[in-house]
């Protein structure tokens, strides 16, 4: 699977779209990408995958550039509920291991 | 659906002692993976099943670890004799393969090596 690079940590404002870039430079052309969270003491929780075109559901949005070596989350109205860890991951369709990097810890702040 | 269930939610127990981890996976779904989680590591995938075989266990740290399923609704994690450097929290996730493959965990098992 290919490796992902996300920043550490971001701060967001309460009620303000976050936006969580991942880095998949090496991704191939049947890899998706997939995004999970994991709120404190809580198992990680999926939140959205896509292979090309950008997809939407309701808890967040995920924006994939045309070359597919990066894409974005983007919780639209962030709450204090969102602080969590979140995981992008590269996986081909169908694999079953799910290998996640350290993530990100997205911070909303009141 | 309850979701996964996992078994204790917290384990305290002595260096070279046998430990046993449990897990309910959501009914219908016959994907299993057992995950550890610490602070150096972060989450680190130990083994996965498949229809109650294990396909890769590439993940087990080392002998002392072992993990059964003998059937769709329930697989063990075991440990023994267990270590300090044990000490983890160790998920259970559960999914549909072939269907989509969002991957469902349970709450975890904090386990303390003493």
């Known amino acids: 699977d290919a490796k992902t690079t996300q920043p550490t940590s971001m701060d967001c404002a309460e009620g303000r779209a976050a936006n969580l870039p991942c880095n998949h430079s090496t991704i191939s052309g049947n890899e998706y990408v997939y995004w999970y969270r994991q709120i404190h003491s809580q198992g990680p929780q999926y939140i959205i995958h896509?292979?090309?075109n950008n997809e939407t559901n309701e808890m967040a949005s995920l924006i994939i550039t045309e070359d597919r070596k990066s894409s974005t989350l983007i919780l639209p109205h962030a709450t204090l509920r969102d602080t969590a860890v979140y995981y992008c991951?590269?996986?081909?369709?169908?694999?079953?291991?799910?290998?996640f990097g350290q993530g990100t810890r997205l911070t909303i702040n009141p | 659906d309850a979701g996964v269930i996992q078994s204790p939610r917290h384990e305290v127990t002595e260096m070279g002692q046998e430990v046993t981890l449990r897990c309910k996976p959501i009914s219908g779904h016959n994907s299993l993976f057992w995950y550890r989680q610490t602070m150096m590591r972060g989450l680190e995938l130990l083994i996965y099943?498949?229809?109650?075989?294990?396909?890769?266990d590439s993940g087990m740290p080392e002998d002392r670890f072992s993990a059964k399923m003998p059937n769709a609704s329930f697989s063990t994690l075991k440990i023994q004799p267990s270590e300090p450097r044990d000490s983890a929290v160790y998920f259970c996730?559960?999914?549909?393969?072939?269907?989509?493959?969002?991957?469902?965990f349970g709450q975890g098992t904090r386990l303390t090596v003493v």
């Open positions: 996730a559960s999914s549909l393969r072939g269907i989509g493959t969002e991957a469902f």
């Open positions: 991951i590269v996986r081909v369709q169908g694999a079953q291991k799910l290998v």
């Open positions: 099943f498949n229809n109650n075989v294990p396909i890769d």
């Open positions: 896509g292979l090309k």
